[in-house]
């Protein structure tokens, strides 16, 4: 594409160089750049992206977007100088791939938790109603029925809007995507055009990145400020910040909720291991999934799909066929009789969320036994409170290592443990191997007993020293089942 085409749509602060040069590609890394590429010099959280100029051109970049133009300039190369180079850059990726998310319907889904198995369960009713759809999620992207392996929540701008063309090409209706606070803050969206917004709740998670809970509140916020008029938000009006969320937005305002006068709203009927019983506005649905938290993000998919312009009864049919989300929820029925359940619960209120889940249907029946770690370099305020909502809510905690990353193991637990006192210890064993922890979670189940595995959920690594060293924690239930045959 043409430069002088390409800024077409962005705010810029001085142009030098030639305009009529093509681009054939948009790097936001200098050690992908090619011939004819154009390097977006990002600020960054560990490095400034300006630094790497002078090796993008050398590379073959002929243009460059930045917000410093550098001292000594190149008269073969355009500097496109602009006041945030995240913000510009998802304008003119959007422009590059001939703007995809005004050719398909694209919902995004943002909150601390349910953003996958939301935007997944849509996915899957779309297809189910007939659709080509497409999903942009932290398991797995889908170009309608091509899986793509993901490396994020939500991948950053040029990525996202390949995706989004690829989407147009193969002849998607819509597209669903999840939104992370990281993405928002970084302008990852910028540029897009989304037909609804939804929001599924908000806890304390990510304040390594944003601080306080207040940023945190903000950068959710920021989707549904920068929403159309002609797009719909849908909220949570369970959740406190739920109509906060939208005090600023042009959109067309819709709720959910359990509890309240709402535009969608549920009750359950009837709950077990393998599904529930729902009323969902006054129809009743038997569906495979399990948890109130499910119940919410199940209502986020109706009303979304309500707003959508499907037929309610049609929707509600899609959505009792559908299977839980890969290491959402997941059950495992052991042969010596108890369940193992394997979920990617990372937060504090996910974990309280899913034992809460455990307990309703256990009803006594069985004891809890749980396994739990928090990763490495993310978070550390969450670290003891996971400890805490674990022991409240289980008979045994087994503390372990999840991600560790290039924090030490021993230190992440001794974070968890920090939480705990006395009395609450004297039901917690530290094992830091995860396997381990497993089997021993495994060996001390009787008949009727539930052990939670929190954390992973579809994760098939563990991440030590930057190194991901293959880890699953629904194949090692597997193998200990096979060991453990009557
Ligand atoms: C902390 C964070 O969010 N980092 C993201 C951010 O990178 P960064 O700003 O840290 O990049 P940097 O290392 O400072 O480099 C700055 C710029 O210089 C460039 N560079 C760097 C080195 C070089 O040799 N040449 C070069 O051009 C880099 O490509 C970058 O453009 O922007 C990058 C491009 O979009 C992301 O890949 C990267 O995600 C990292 C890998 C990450 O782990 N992010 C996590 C925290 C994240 O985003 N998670 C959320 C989900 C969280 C949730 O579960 O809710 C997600 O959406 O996935
Ligand atoms: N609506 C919900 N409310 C509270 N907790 C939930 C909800 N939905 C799922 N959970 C819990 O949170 C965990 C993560 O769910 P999910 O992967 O859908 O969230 P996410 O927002 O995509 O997370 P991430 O930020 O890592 O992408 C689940 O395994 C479950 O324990
Ligand atoms: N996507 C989230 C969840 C990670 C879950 C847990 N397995 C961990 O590694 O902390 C994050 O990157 O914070
Ligand atoms: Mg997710």
Do not use: W
Not at 37 to 51: E, I, K, P, W, Y
Not at 58 to 64: R, W
Not at 69 to 78: A, G, S, V
Not at 269 to 275: K, P, T, V, W, Y
């Amino acid at each position: 594409m043409v430069i002088e085409n390409l800024i077409k749509g962005i705010e810029t602060k001085k142009i030098i160089g030639p305009v009529q040069n093509d681009i054939i590609d948009i790097q936001i890394d200098s050690r992908g750049v090619k011939k004819q590429s154009l390097f977006a010099a990002l600020r960054g959280t560990q490095v400034d992206g300006h630094q790497y100029i002078n090796q993008a051109i050398k590379q073959g970049a002929v243009a460059i977007l930045c917000e410093d133009l550098p001292e000594q300039k190149n008269k073969d190369i355009t500097y496109i100088q602009v006041p945030h180079s995240e913000a510009a850059l998802g304008i003119l990726a959007s422009t590059f791939y001939d703007n995809p998310s005004s050719k398909l319907k694209l919902v995004g889904v943002t909150g601390t938790n349910g953003k996958t198995t939301v935007a997944t369960i849509l996915y899957k009713t779309f297809k189910k109603l007939g659709y080509k759809a497409g999903l942009l999620s932290t398991v797995c992207n889908y170009i309608d029925d091509e899986a793509l392996e993901t490396t994020h929540t939500t991948p950053d701008a040029v990525t996202i809007n390949k995706l989004l063309h690829d989407m147009v090409l193969r002849g998607c209706d819509y597209a669903f995507m999840e939104v992370s606070s990281h993405a928002i803050d970084q302008k990852r969206i910028s540029g897009l055009k989304f037909a609804g917004g939804i929001f599924t709740n908000l806890t304390r998670d990510h304040l390594d990145y944003h601080k306080t809970i207040a940023n945190y509140i903000k950068a959710k916020k920021e989707f549904f400020d920068n929403l159309p008029k002609n797009a719909f938000s849908l909220v949570n009006l369970d959740d406190k910040n739920g109509m906060v969320m939208v005090q600023n937005t042009k959109s067309a305002i819709h709720t959910y909720s359990l509890r309240s006068l709402c535009d969608f709203k549920a009750r359950v009927i009837e709950s077990h291991f393998n599904g529930m019983i729902l009323e969902i506005n006054n129809t009743d649905v038997v569906v495979q999934f399990t948890g109130k938290f499910n119940v919410y993000n199940l209502l986020a998919v109706y009303g979304t799909a309500c707003l959508l312009g499907q037929k309610a009864d049609e929707v509600l049919i899609a959505i009792s066929t559908l299977k839980s989300v890969s290491g959402r929820f997941e059950t495992l029925q052991a042969p010596k009789g108890y369940t193992v359940i394997v979920d990617y619960a990372h937060t504090p209120d996910a974990l309280t969320n899913v034992l809460t889940t455990i307990h309703d249907i256990l009803d006594g029946k069985g004891k809890v036994i749980t396994v739990v770690g928090a990763g490495g370099n993310r978070d550390k305020g969450k670290r003891p409170l996971m400890a805490k909502e674990s022991i409240k809510n289980s008979d045994t905690v087994i503390i372990t290592s999840d991600n560790p990353r290039f924090e030490d193991p021993q230190e992440i637990i001794k974070d968890m443990l920090d939480g705990l006192n006395t009395e609450e210890k004297q039901n917690v064993l530290t094992i830091e191997n995860r396997r381990d922890a497993i089997k021993t979670a495994c060996m001390l189940a009787k008949t009727n007993d539930v052990i939670l595995i929190a954390g992973k959920g579809h994760e098939t690594y563990q991440n030590i020293q930057g190194v991901k060293h293959h880890f699953d924690d629904k194949e090692e239930v597997r193998n200990i089942f096979q060991t453990q045959q009557i």
